[in-house]
């Protein structure tokens, strides 16, 4: 079965300290991968996408994620992190034969002062 | 419009009763997907249209559970006999492409008591 893991139910890190969040995927064929961000009450945001090409995809908000098929991983990364970063993280892949996302189970970010 | 639109934004209903829930997606924008969310769980698919195609309704965790999407636009997501386990927020998301990612409404949260 095709799946999207984040090990990491929370993780924390002190403001201007770089981030990393994890995932790792489980999916057939190539991997087309996203991150998602989620505010409080709010619906999820777009962050970046894997489609194809380099392995460092650069997105909204100074994020980035690097693809590693090796260790079929896609973690996200900041260089310095923001108290305003914190929210809930989702990995997603396209499954279903590229229709539908499967997310991972979501990471919370904390970046405290 | 600008955005996708989901609606009523909270609904609280008595268990035994039916709910209908509302997606108005990006104008234009062929794809039409339901996600459920729950505390821990992630975001589990319900339900995809594409265009006039018969919608995968793979996602659906029972026939109390159904949806449609009236002249390829509007969603309604209805719940009938609802149980507490329904309380969620359901999530609408539509797109022009899935390899672009999706946008997402705010949601709906469904408390059921």
């Known amino acids: 079965a095709q799946s999207v893991a984040q090990p990491e139910d929370q993780v924390n890190v002190a403001e201007g300290n770089p981030l990393t969040v994890k995932c790792t995927y489980s999916v057939s064929g190539n991997p087309y991968l996203f991150w998602y961000v989620q505010y409080p009450n709010r619906g999820l945001q777009f962050l970046l996408k894997y489609i194809t090409g380099d392995n460092l995809v650069k997105g909204s908000y100074g994020f980035e994620a690097e693809f590693n098929k090796s260790q079929t991983s896609f973690h996200l990364k900041k260089p310095s992190a923001l108290v305003s970063d914190s929210a809930l993280y989702f990995c997603a892949a396209l499954t279903g034969g590229g229709n539908k996302l499967t997310f991972g189970t979501g990471t919370q970010l904390k970046v405290e002062l | 419009g600008a955005g996708v639109s989901q609606s009523p934004s909270n609904k609280v209903t008595e268990k035994g009763k039916d709910v209908e829930l509302r997606c108005d997606p990006i104008?234009?924008?062929?794809?039409l997907y339901w996600y459920r969310q729950s505390l821990g769980q992630g975001l589990e698919f319900l339900i995809y249209f594409q265009g006039n195609s018969a919608p995968d309704k793979s996602g659906l965790p029972s026939d109390r559970f159904s949806a449609e999407r009236t002249g390829g636009s509007v969603s309604t997501l209805t719940i009938q006999r609802t149980q507490q386990e329904d309380s969620a927020v359901y999530l609408c998301?539509?797109?022009?492409?899935?390899?672009?990612?999706?946008?997402f409404g705010s949601g709906t949260r469904l408390t059921v008591v």
């Open positions: 104008s234009g924008h062929t794809a």
């Open positions: 998301a539509s797109s022009l492409n899935s390899f672009y990612g999706y946008t």
